[in-house]
């Protein structure tokens, strides 16, 4: 049966609550565990090693200040703190998304059938193993779209005053949309959607998907609460794809 939804979009906050929501779904929930456990395993234990080397980095960072900028230390010690949770997160998503990939396109495939009445075209181990190359060529897709714009904003942390302030702002907007666009692609890609079609299609909802974004990347760099936010985030994700881009982009209806 599926489950009721708006034809009108909503903001992107009205689907990431929807995300939460969503993973409690009956015959959603096991689709949830696996994602779930790998998110649980790598990034308790990332953020569980970074806590330990916090005292050594922050000082580090600070370091590049100049002297007659010290004092405004008390207000880059913060943004210091944010930029590592906002690297360091991203960076161990990822990793975490590139194992659960597979896993996370079962969730959001079962997720949108529920959603809206369909049988979705693939079930089951099978249907994963077969879709393994392509859904790792597409995440190589995201990750090389996604370096060199990392890398640019990595060398403007170690321009002294400038880099220190304005890089952790440009670093928080980048990730939200790059975590955005990191969910949203799993609907998308399982109904073969083209990467740059899908870019073009996040940008003509650029505020919804900034929202969701937003909120994935807050959550992401809250301990406890980033254990659980890769199933949110696919759910969210894919319920924003049924309501705004599905009529006009699914293989499958």
């Known amino acids: 049966m599926a489950t009721q939804l708006s034809s009108t979009p909503h903001s992107g906050f009205h689907y990431f609550s929807q995300g939460w929501k969503l993973i409690h779904e009956p015959g959603i929930r096991r689709f949830v565990i696996l994602p779930l456990l790998i998110n649980i395993l790598l990034m308790g234990s990332a953020f569980w090693w970074l806590f330990t080397r916090l005292e050594s980095w922050i000082p ?7 002297d007659w900028l010290q004092w405004l230390s008390y207000l880059l010690w913060p943004l210091a703190v944010i930029s590592l949770f906002l690297i360091f997160g991203y960076f161990f ?24 009445g369909t049988t979705p075209p693939d079930v089951g181990i099978f249907g994963i193993m077969k879709d393994i190359p392509r859904i790792m060529k597409r995440e190589w897709q995201k990750f090389t ?3 060199p ?13 400038l880099g220190q302030t304005l890089a952790p702002v440009l670093w928080f907007l980048f990730s939200a949309w790059m975590l955005n666009l990191q969910y949203a692609d799993y ?3 399982n109904h073969k959607v083209p990467f740059k079609t899908m870019r073009t299609a996040l940008r003509e909802r650029k505020v919804i998907n900034m929202q969701f974004g937003t909120l994935v990347s807050l959550f992401t760099m809250i301990p406890v609460l980033n254990l659980f936010i890769m199933p949110v985030a696919v759910c ?7 309501e705004c881009y599905r009529d006009k982009h699914a293989m499958w209806k």
């Open 60 to 66: 580090a960072l600070l370091a590049h200040i100049p």
């Open 93 to 116: 998503s990822t990793i975490a998304n590139w194992i659960a990939a597979p896993f996370n396109g079962l969730l959001a495939e079962q997720l949108e059938a529920r959603l809206t």
């Open 145 to 147: 779209w996604y370096l």
């Open 149 to 161: 714009r990392a890398i640019a904003l990595l060398i403007l942390y170690f321009i002294p005053g």
């Open 187 to 189: 609907p998308f890609d």
């Open 236 to 242: 969210g994700a894919t319920a924003m794809w049924v």
